[in-house]
Every structure is written in C-alpha cells, then in structure tokens.
C-alpha cells in the first residue's frame, strides 16, 4: 500500500470534501462517497499486493538458481514485477517522478477513472455539476494536490531524522520507529487521530 492507513483514512475525506468544495461535484452523503473513493483505492492496492506476492512466489521456485547465477535478488524482483506488470497490465503505485508524491501521476490518472465512475454510480447521493471528464480531471487534480501535501509531510519527516545529533541509517529499525513516529506527529496537525 502506498499510504499508511491513518494517512488513507485522510486522503480520502480530504480528497472527497475538496471534490464538494470544487463545485463540479455535489455530494448529498458524503460517507457513501468517501466509502466508494476507499473501495476503489484499496481495490487497486490490493491488486498491487498480490502481483507483489506473485513475484514473491516466482522467485522463490527459482531462488537456487538465482543463488546460483549469482544474479541480484533485488534486480531479478524489479524484472520479473515489470514482466507481470506488462502482462496483468497493472500500473505500479509507487514509481513516481521526482517531484511527486507516493504515486506516479500514471497511477493518479489510472485510478481517476473508476473513481469518477464510482461516484457517477452513486446517483442520487452524488450529482455531477460538470460532465464526467471535467469531474474525473477535478479528481486528478485533487489527488495530486493532496500527493504534493503528503510528499512535503514526508520530507518534513525525513528532515527532523537527519536532524538528529547522530546520523540515524533510513531503513534500520530505529529509523523506522522515528518515522513512524514523527508522521504521527504530523497526521495530528492535520487534524488525523
């Protein structure tokens, strides 16, 4: 998953206020749409999860002879992802840009669509103003202004870690206990419990 699910929970009030707020959408029942906005993304992320264990499950058959080859394991898990990948046609969520949030601007336009068409099925709790095309563009644009958000969440993070009077290794298990921490502390600002 690209979020943690406090910070989910978030995106997707956040995003489906927003959407209200931009007048292209009207929403009589906000949970029903923030309940289909969270269908959608957890859908889509759990697809991800199981082309993650599919990759998983390939390298393990092979792992003798990768062993043996002397072949990266890291190296042969990016090849063998980008070959499912291709084949289940499954856009990635976590290859953005630099300059991008969590999810790569293929993503946000990829889950635009059924998004937009989950909240058309919504009728009547929710109303387009504007012609679908026009609403699924305002759910881009939404999504990436909350990714840009999140991204400046997570460098603020990153930058209290590096602050520290001794350099801290990202990926050890003390480092990943400040993270988690530190974007707590950030969730709360936002107003997230």
Same mark, same amino acid.
């Given at each position: 998953?690209a979020f943690p699910k406090?910070?989910l929970?978030?995106f997707v009030? %956040?995003?489906?206020? @927003?959407?209200?707020? /931009?007048?292209?959408v009207?929403i009589a029942e906000?949970?029903a !749409?923030?309940? !289909?906005?969270?269908? #959608? $993304?957890? %859908?889509?992320f759990?697809?991800?999860d199981? *082309?993650?264990?599919?990759v998983?499950q390939? *390298?393990e058959?092979?792992?003798? @002879?990768?062993?043996?080859?002397a072949?990266s394991?890291?190296?042969m898990?990016? *090849?063998?992802?980008?070959e499912?990948?291709k084949?289940?046609?499954i856009?990635?969520?976590?290859?953005?840009e630099?300059?991008?949030?969590? &999810?790569?601007?293929?993503k946000?336009?990829? &889950? /635009?669509?059924? *998004?937009?068409?989950a909240? !058309?099925?919504?009728?009547?709790? #929710?109303?387009?103003?504007?012609e679908?095309?026009?609403?699924? &563009?305002?759910?881009?644009?939404?999504?990436q202004a909350?990714l840009?958000e999140?991204r400046?969440?997570?460098?603020?993070v990153?930058e209290?870690i590096?602050s520290q009077k001794?350099?801290?290794?990202e990926?050890s298990?003390e480092?990943?206990? $400040?993270?988690r @921490?530190?974007?707590?502390? %950030? &969730?709360r600002?936002?107003?997230? !419990?």
């Open positions: 998953m406090e910070y929970g978030y009030s %956040e995003l489906v206020e @927003r959407l209200q707020k /931009s007048g292209k009207k906000r949970t !749409a923030a309940e !289909a906005v969270q269908r #959608v $993304l957890q %859908e889509d759990d697809k991800e199981r *082309l993650n264990q599919e998983r390939y *390298l058959q092979y792992q003798e @002879r990768i062993r043996r080859d072949i394991y890291q190296d898990y990016k *090849l063998v992802k980008r499912l990948q084949q289940h046609k856009t990635i969520v976590n290859r953005p630099p300059g991008e949030g969590k &999810l790569s601007r293929d946000v336009i990829e &889950l /635009s669509h059924p *998004l937009a068409k909240l !058309a099925a919504l009728k009547p709790q #929710v109303e387009f103003a504007e679908p095309n026009e609403v699924r &563009l305002e759910i881009f644009r939404q999504m909350l840009r999140e400046q969440m997570d460098q603020a990153r209290k590096r001794r350099e801290i290794v990926g298990a480092w990943d206990i $400040l993270f @921490r530190y974007y707590s502390e %950030e &969730l600002k936002l107003g997230v !419990a």
